[in-house]
């Protein structure tokens, strides 16, 4: 059973930056691409980035390219989120999530994962 443990969340003031980390257990991490989605209040869980499983592709969000940067660490089993220059709008629970198939970069829908996190809190005031 695949494990996924988010963390580093938090309230930060508009502009501000935040590093989300995500520890992986239950089987070989560096086969499966990751992702990154989060889900506000009142609406639909949202596609942020992915990463492939060397880290050498990643699909970003419109909505966050350039601001957010999505990493792993293979040695460590740890998927990381940069999230810098937020924004109120980027408030939200922010979850890490794996697919079933080993050495592919999932379709940037919910749908396209099989295993979640509990997701870790961020909140940007303005």
């Known amino acids: 059973q695949v494990h996924l443990v988010e963390s580093g969340g938090g309230v930060v003031q508009t502009g501000g930056s935040l590093r989300l980390s995500c520890a992986a257990s239950?089987?070989?991490?560096?086969?499966?691409?990751m992702g990154w989605f989060r889900q506000a209040p009142g609406k639909e869980r949202e596609f942020v980035p992915a990463?492939?499983?060397?880290?050498?592709?990643?699909k970003d969000a419109d909505s966050v390219k350039v601001r957010f940067i999505i990493s792993r660490d293979n040695d460590k089993n740890t998927l990381n989120l940069q999230l810098n220059s937020l924004k109120p709008n980027d408030t939200a629970v922010y979850y890490c999530?794996?697919?079933?198939?080993?050495?592919?970069?999932?379709?940037?829908?919910?749908?396209?994962?099989?295993?979640w996190g509990h997701g870790t809190q961020v909140a940007v005031s303005s």
């Open positions: 999530a794996a697919p079933r198939q080993a050495d592919m970069v999932p379709e940037p829908v919910p749908a396209a994962y099989d295993f």
């Open positions: 239950g089987r070989v991490f560096s086969s499966y691409g």
């Open positions: 990463i492939s499983v060397r880290g050498g592709t990643t």
